[in-house]
């Protein structure tokens, strides 16, 4: 017998595939009556962005700095998400049962893609 898909992860880079990738993932979630993890990996600045940054602000304000980063691009997520629902799905393939949770990590994106998944026992991962 084949596992029930419980739980899926849609890691996104927002590139030119994200459509056909997030539709893939919701009709999968709705499918299965999975829980959908919308997922965005920042990737941290280089070293020499990071030394130019330490040197115009402290560390508190780039706490504060990527704080607000990561809270504006959930809004956009979320944005788009409720965009691509009323452009892309019909009224009985919608978002009401399945709506995405947003996440945002910051490190290298395997990593972070992976360490998610086996946080949330994700069953499936879909990306685009």
């Known amino acids: 017998m084949l596992k029930k898909i ?3 992860v849609y890691a996104s880079d927002f590139g030119p595939n994200m459509r056909k990738g997030f539709k893939m993932a919701v009709g999968l979630a709705q499918t299965n009556q999975a829980r959908l993890i919308f997922l965005h990996v920042i990737e941290p600045p280089g070293r020499t962005a990071e030394m130019i940054l330490n040197s115009y602000v402290s560390d508190d304000q780039l706490d504060v700095m990527r704080s607000k980063s990561v809270a504006k691009i959930c809004e956009v997520i979320n944005g788009r998400i409720d965009k691509f629902a009323a452009e892309e799905l019909s009224s009985d393939y919608g978002l009401s049962q399945c709506r ?11 990593d972070r893609i992976l360490a998610v998944a086996k ?10």
């Open 6 to 8: 419980n739980c899926i």
């Open 119 to 128: 946080d949330v026992n994700a069953d499936l991962i879909v990306m685009g």
């Open 100 to 110: 995405p949770e947003c996440r945002i990590e910051e490190g290298k994106p395997v």
